[in-house]
């Protein structure tokens, strides 16, 4: 019976038909429409497609609040979903069983299963893109709590009273920690004459293009010390935080994914070191978790979702 998954992001959805390896054989890829209607249509449309006639079950991840029993969306940040039956309204239209997940999960099981965290029993995964998705898996469950939307991990509050959130509250990790933060900081240093390393940021945000991630990224391999501090600040922060998760969660493993983790070694080493220093009993004989790049990249969501639907359906865990 096919896996097929479906990974639905703010600009594109991506599908695929996912053998029992982790292995895309097949993968398709549409622009997201605005429309919510629209969407669903699309999603469905890729289903079929993919299914081609053939006995199948579907996962379908999407950012956002999920259920406990993986149907409906409570909501989502960048799509108006707002309670929304999406597993139903997927079914009456394909015909096949399906799974809905939230996206940083989906991503966060492929790892486990098949990337970066293969092998391991415990593990966090952090996904540094436009926010800060989260993913977590203890003694090999990926853990849903008990309404189904754990794992929130870039909606915890790190600075009281500080930036405003996209999920109504104030300071959480995501407007510290995520792709759109190092635009922020970047921005503020480029601003910052007193600081004195922020001219090749100054320079490029006169540019048409601005100061884009891609711009940024650039500017840190080339050392540029104003795109390094602002990539220094986002690490912290997420470094910082993943001491308060690991007291709670004690993993083997934290897995940083999304577009910032392709700066690597770059944005691991002052992670690590305000892990460290965030760590309660760091300065003992205590294990410390180790942190490494997400090997799965675009294709995670897909995968993993599609392994969460044959799991579901077809017998494990």
């Not at 015909?95 to 391991?120: C, F, K, S």
């Not at 754990?150 to 009273?161: C, N, Q, S």
């Not at 965030?278 to 995670?300: E, Q």
Request: hydrophobic share 45%; proline share 4%.
């Amino acid at each position: 019976m096919l896996a097929v998954g479906i990974d639905i992001g703010g600009t594109k959805i991506a599908g695929g038909i996912v053998d029992e390896s982790g292995t895309m054989v097949r993968s398709i890829r549409v622009p997201t429409p605005v429309d919510i209607a629209e969407i669903e249509s699309a999603v469905a449309a890729m289903v079929t497609d993919l299914a081609a006639g053939e006995q199948a079950v579907a996962g379908v991840a999407a950012a956002g609040f999920i259920d406990r029993d993986r149907s409906k969306v409570y909501f989502a940040p960048n799509i108006a979903w707002r309670d929304e039956p999406l597993r139903d309204r997927l079914e009456a239209l394909t015909g096949i069983p399906v799974l809905i997940e939230n996206d940083a999960n989906a991503a966060g099981w492929a790892e486990y299963r098949y990337g970066a965290g293969e092998n391991l029993s415990d593990v966090v995964m952090l996904t540094l893109g436009t926010g800060v998705g989260g993913a977590v898996v203890v003694d090999g469950t990926l853990l849903r709590g008990g309404q189904g939307s754990a794992a929130e991990l870039g909606h915890m509050r790190v600075i009281p009273d500080g930036r405003t959130c996209g999920c109504g509250q104030r300071g959480c990790l995501e407007v510290y920690g995520s792709g759109r933060a190092l635009q922020l900081e970047a921005r503020e240093i480029a601003q910052d004459a007193e600081f004195g390393i922020g001219q090749a940021l100054a320079d490029a945000a006169r540019r048409p293009e601005g100061l884009t991630g891609a711009v940024i990224s650039q500017l840190v391999q080339a050392d540029d010390p104003g795109a390094r501090e602002a990539l220094r600040r986002i690490a912290v922060a997420v470094g910082t935080a993943c001491g308060s998760f690991a007291a709670i969660l004690d993993p083997q493993r934290f897995v940083i994914g999304g577009g910032v983790s392709q700066l690597g070694e770059v944005l691991l080493a002052p992670m690590r070191d305000a892990f460290a220093a965030a760590l309660p009993a760091s300065g003992s004989s205590r294990p410390m978790a180790d942190f490494a790049v997400a090997r799965l990249t675009n294709d995670a969501g897909v995968i993993g979702v599609a392994d969460l639907a044959r799991r579901r359906y077809l017998g494990g865990n």
